[in-house]
């Protein structure tokens, strides 16, 4: 729905209500034609039900209003002698309706003495539920919301297993899109997989002033472009999602509006000059390792280099494998007489193997390929660990449709790609059938317009035309983990409409996430600690802890004094 169908609905809206509730204002002492006025018939309202004039204000919040409209319903009917359970049943299932029944009723019975407390402990909770979701809906859209890391494209910046708060004012909230959708939850209803949003009606796109614009190099949470995914890097076809409802992610944005990119040899250049990472940033290249003697993990391991290992498994069962399925990150040969996996530097614990009686070959031979940041290739090349340490980068290109702007017609790849300019909200592009491919999503999908290609013309809603004007800023992602993270390399431009908000604090961090409770281990140095900042990372766990300490004490000081 448009702006303007929105507004039509909501005059609608007026009119019902007007005619729904003319009586009721009369019986009140005000003048029935209020009853029609929009926003003042909301504030009249309150007063009727003695409630606060700023509930008026939650009305107009989306998501809100769907929890505060069944709530008003019900302290309406209550204040016109409606108090019973099957009146509250009724105004709710006939969604407000049933306050016509009590506005055209002979006897109006008005109680503007009515007591707003509930008046059982069960009605006392029930209310306490709901004004607690609405805090924390309110919190949770506009302001902070908190995240996992679920995979390792960010890898060694963020870890899998951090929990971030995001902040949403940050750059500007963004209004929810969706305008019915299940409360403080994302594409489903936990635990039931159930689709927690209806697909229409949608707000248009609207975001509230923020304080601050995307840096170059800030790491940021957005919705991921493509249409959805069930399982992350499981491609879903067919599926389709308003842009509040599309998968999270949380990217290193390496380029914003008005950038020219471009990736040699897996470096970034912005506008021609190599991009400088902040110091917290660690991008992982791919090298191979050289040694005459054997590649020897373990001392790798001892000079803190945390490096795969990969283990030949003898006898191989289905049993043995369920026990160290939470150890293994991939499988390199599943055949029973050669079964070889990838773990990560700490391999299989001791007492896993022990009690499975499974017996591991660590395979080492003189080269092998390692994710390293370029630090800890440095360290390596300066040690006598091994003979010799190269990176390795695709060097050939071939034309391809895996990466963007999947068009054969270009030869782009992860480690080689470009020279590409990120558009810009207002600014101006020469399009031609060479470049429309990168834009061409852009302008069909993002912008909303009508797109063909007409004998050799390019046609816009209608059109014959050569340039086009951006409407909204774009801006490029990438994983810090260069050769493990799906990302702008392969889906393209993130548009400003799909920008969620600004990670600022890891408010917990378990190592072992996905490897069961039982083997979960607490980072306590990256409890609390900041994203985006830069320098060495800080916990501040004991600065949190001493102001919620802090905070209880005077809070419980307060309540005496009362008393």
């Known amino acids: 729905m448009t702006f303007f169908e929105w507004l039509i609905f909501f005059v609608i ?36 039900i003695r409630r606060p004039w700023w509930w008026t204000i939650l009305l107009f919040i989306p998501i809100i209003n769907l929890l505060i409209i069944p709530v ?25 309706f049933y306050i016509y029944f009590i506005n055209y009723s002979k006897n109006i019975l008005y109680f503007d003495d009515r ?24 919190v949770h859209t506009y302001f902070i919301q908190p995240y996992i890391i679920p995979t390792g494209s960010l890898e060694k910046s963020l870890l899998v297993g951090d929990f971030l708060f995001v902040s949403k004012f940050h750059y500007g909230a963004r209004v929810p899109q969706t305008a ?10 936990v635990g039931t997989g159930i689709r927690s949003y209806l697909n229409k009606p949608q707000i248009p796109y609207l975001r509230l002033p923020g304080f601050e614009k995307i840096k170059r190099n800030e790491i940021v949470t957005f919705s991921w472009p493509a249409d959805t ?51 917290r940033a660690k991008p992982i290249f791919n090298y191979t390792l050289y040694n005459d003697e054997g590649i020897s993990i373990s001392k790798l391991s001892k000079a803190n280099l945390k490096i795969d290992r990969k283990f030949r498994v003898k006898d191989i069962t289905q049993k043995k494998f369920d026990m160290i399925r939470p150890y293994v990150k991939r499988l390199v040969s599943n055949s029973p007489d050669n079964f070889t996996i990838i773990t990560d530097h700490n391999g299989i614990p001791y007492n896993v193997r022990s009690k499975g009686r499974i017996v591991l070959t660590e395979i080492s031979g003189r080269n092998m390929d390692v994710f390293l940041t370029e630090k800890e290739a ?55 059938k060479n470049n429309l491919p990168i834009y061409k999503k852009l302008i069909r999908d993002y912008e909303k317009n009508s797109l063909e290609l007409i004998n050799g013309s390019i046609v816009i809603n209608g ?101």
Not at 72 to 96: A, C, N, Y
Not at 252 to 260: K, L, N, Q
Not at 538 to 554: A, D, E, G, N, T
Request: hydrophobic fraction near 40%.
């Open 13 to 48: 809206i007026q009119f019902i209500h007007g005619l729904g509730t003319l009586k009721l204002y009369e019986k009140c002492g005000f003048n029935s034609f209020l009853a029609f006025v929009p926003v003042y018939n909301a504030i009249i309202l309150m007063k009727i």
């Open 72 to 96: 008003i319903w019900v302290e309406t009917v209550k204040t016109f002698g409606k108090i019973k359970l099957i009146d509250t049943i009724l105004v709710i299932f006939s969604l407000g």
């Open 115 to 138: 007591t707003q407390n509930p008046k059982t402990a069960l009605g006392e909770w029930i209310s306490s539920i709901i004004f607690a979701v609405i805090l924390a809906t309110i």
């Open 180 to 189: 019915i959708s299940f409360p403080m939850v994302h594409d489903t209803i």
């Open 229 to 279: 995914v069930r399982q992350f890097f499981v491609k879903e076809k067919g599926v389709k999602k308003p842009i509040d409802k599309k998968s999270n992610y949380v990217k290193r944005c390496v380029a914003i509006p008005a950038d020219t990119l471009e990736i040699r040899n897996g470096q970034i250049f912005i506008n021609g000059e190599k991009s400088i990472m902040p110091y």
């Open 378 to 432: 440095k360290n390596i090349e300066n040690s006598n660990l091994v003979d010799s340490i190269v990176r390795n980068f695709k060097k050939i290109k071939s034309y391809n449709t895996q990466y963007f702007p999947n068009d054969i017609k270009f030869n782009w790849n992860e480690d080689n790609f470009g020279p590409i300019i990120i558009p810009m909200r207002g600014e101006k592009i020469v399009l031609n």
């Open 463 to 563: 059109l014959k035309t050569n340039e086009y004007t951006f409407k909204q800023d774009y801006y490029w992602m990438m994983g810090d983990n260069r050769y493990r993270s799906e990302d702008s390399r392969s889906w393209g431009f993130v548009p400003e409409d799909h920008i969620v908000g600004k990670p600022v604090f890891i408010w917990m961090s378990i190592d072992g996430i996905n490897d069961g409770i039982k083997n979960w281990k607490i980072r306590w140095d990256r409890v609390f600690t900041t994203v985006n900042l830069d320098g060495e990372p800080k916990s501040y766990r004991w600065h949190f802890l001493i102001l919620v300490l802090i905070i209880y004490i005077l809070s419980e000081i307060r309540k005496r004094k009362k008393a």
